[in-house]
């Protein structure tokens, strides 16, 4: 793996821009300082609107340690072999496709380690039972804190670059001004008087020490500033960019007069204040060595800003660039290779350029890491409802794919007997075995130690960012392939045939409002510990689909049953059951609490997950289902509340709608003022009721 920190940020940011463009598509996962705030678990029934208030203080609360991307490229040549198959548990394993010289799939994985920078408004907290977790798979603390990469959010960046290119192009300005000899007159003006004996004592002195310093040979300046600063013999050296001479601690207004006269009189000299002290530096320079320094200077402020600045962001901002279709601006001061290839004088904008392919986010039960990635880099709050987040998610990662969903809706065959991704991943890799490479990080140029972190015997494991971003492409790559060949999914681009860009899956390169792929492939759905699936592409309030193909006409809500009711009582009720066709009912049932329980339908047409992929049918024996269910319940439970998901929650948002009427707005400051000395400010509506009158507070 390719450990990532600030001591070689910039080297492997660089790798990661130049593979990012051409991937087929992007895995990602976070490791983070907690994901829950608080130990109550929510109803089962609560639909995500409702579970969003409390979902939302994790990432506004805690932070990410770890940031894993891995890209997968298709390198296939057409001549890729048939994708493989991936059978049933109970089915005997397949041979292991066997080992190709070339594979059809390259990964390169990086692990970016993130911590906020010292001017960060963001604040560091802990959750004890994440924090246990992450020790006991060897996360690196020490690595974190010291060594992890700062990061901005957006408009904080925006303004850390323009800052940055002002300053560049301020400084060019001034050289080409300096350039130009001031006449005496000019000359004149510009310089402060000196009226107090002191002050032009203390100045007939520096300008005394400078003059000795500059007939003294460079070669000897080095004993003259150990004797003059001998407590801080580290602050002033003879470098191999010339010599150095430091002029004593004055005020502002003498470090002017010095500026001015030193300027004036010895143009050649550069001079600059020492940071944190009240010194002036003077630097004797040859010309080339003025031009090493400058360029070091440069190079320097360039790299301060990709790393102790921008940071992360960087590659926040170039993955959601990417995934919206622009192209990287490769000579922006953010996104160049270096120093040299930035065009300083092209407009600096964000998410700007021509569209490509919108390259897909792939996750693994992702929707906090979604949300964690909008309150490092967007803002530090999420929007106060889920609508607003789903949008603001899609805003910058428009095409989603969570393997979770995947596995447990959408494939042909019973991934969701164990949907965990290490479990996934052991399933799905040994029949990619030879197809797929991970490309290790290249030796350093002779002479040059390895980067940090980037050393290829490092092996990473699971729970790392990295490797679990790495799992979660194997597991998307093999559970697609999967989908291609076993559903009927069309594919308008041709099926199955290969493509330069994404080999087998072809759905990739569908237009992303495209319906079958949706519901062939799950697009923007993300997986919830609910009985809920959270879609991305619905804004209602309850909209939210219900996740294994329930439907929610198809499920029932009953409450108020005598508590002496158990599971035992419910598969007696439906066990039975038949349609019309004589298939068994089949049915899951989910405990609200003691007294209140879900029943829902649940139609797998030929063994698959997705009842609507295969057998048009499906909808109609599902509604078919719920219905004898319905029937059923009603005469086991008579006296207990029994209505359909649908109607449960339509009355909920109703009671909603009606509670958020009732509530009183808040008065304004003018009002509350008036009220306060007496003067009523009512809402028409309270004006005439009947009651006692209102004291008015009595001014004297």
Known sequence: MVVVTKSNFVEQSNDFLDHLPSAAFVAVDEEMTGISVGNQRPPKDETPSQRYPD???????????????????????????????????????????????????????????????????????????????????????????????PYLLEDQAEKAVKQYTDRVLEAEAKEQQESKQPTVQEAS???????????????????????????????????????????????????????????????????????????????????????????IQVWRLSDAEKEQRQQRLRKEAWSDLIVERVGLFRIFFALSQVCRGFELERDSPMLASSLADVDFHKEPTLYRGARNRKVPIIVHNGF?????????????????????????????????????????????????????????????????EGRVQVIRPPPPPPGESAS???????????????????????????????????????????????????????????????????????????????????????????????????NKNASYRVANTPQSTNTRDIINCLSRQMDRTGRPVVFEIVWIDDTSFIVAASYRPNGTHNNRQQNGSGDEVLMEHGRIIHNALKDRFPNSNISSMAQYLEEQEKKRLAAAAETPSEPSVVSRMLNWIGINVGSSSQQGTEGPATKKRRLD
């Open 55 to 149: 979902l939302k203080k994790a990432p506004e609360t805690y932070s990410i340690i770890q940031l894993g991307i891995s890209l997968f490229h298709y390198t296939g040549d057409g001549k890729s072999p048939s994708p493989p198959v991936i059978r049933n548990p109970s089915e005997a394993s397949p041979a292991a496709v066997p080992n190709r010289e070339d594979p059809d799939w390259t990964v390169r994985k990086y692990n970016f380690f993130a911590f906020p920078g010292k001017d960060s408004e963001r604040s560091v907290v802990l959750n004890p039972s994440a924090v246990a977790f992450l020790h006991q798979h060897n996360i690196s603390f020490d690595k974190w804190t010291k060594e992890g990469v």
């Open 189 to 279: 003006q510009r310089r402060v008087q000196l009226r107090r004996t002191e002050d032009v004592d203390f100045f007939t002195r520096a300008m005394a020490t400078l003059r000795n310093w500059l007939d003294t040979p460079v070669s000897a300046t080095a004993a003259i500033l150990n004797n003059q600063n001998p407590d801080n013999q580290n602050e002033a050296k003879n470098p191999p960019e010339g010599a150095c001479f430091m002029l004593p601690e004055c005020n502002s207004f003498m470090r002017r007069a010095l500026y001015e006269s030193i300027g004036q009189e010895y143009p050649s000299l550069i001079l600059e204040k020492v940071p944190g002290a009240n010194r």
């Open 452 to 550: 940090a972190g980037s050393d290829p015997s490092i092996t990473s494991e699971e729970h790392f960012a990295d490797y679990d971003a790495y799992m979660t492409g194997i597991c998307y790559l093999g559970i697609c392939q999967c989908i291609h060949r076993m559903s009927e999914y069309p594919g308008r681009s041709g099926g199955v045939a290969v493509k330069p860009t994404v080999g087998t899956l072809t759905h990739l390169l569908e237009p992303i409002d495209d319906p079958e792929v949706r519901k062939a492939f799950g697009r923007n759905l993300l997986y919830q510990m609910s009985m809920f699936n959270l879609d991305l592409e619905i804004s209602g309030v309850n909209d939210d689909p219900l996740c294994r193909g329930m």
């Open 368 to 432: 906090m890491d979604l949300c964690f990635l909008q309150t490092h880099f967007v803002s530090h709050k999420l929007p106060d409802s889920l609508a607003e987040c789903k949008a603001a998610i899609r805003k910058y990662f428009p095409v989603i794919y969570d393997t979770k969903i995947l596995a447990a809706e959408c494939s042909p065959i019973h991934f969701n007997d164990n949907t965990r991704l290490g479990a996934l991943f052991a399933r799905v890799s040994s029949h990619l």
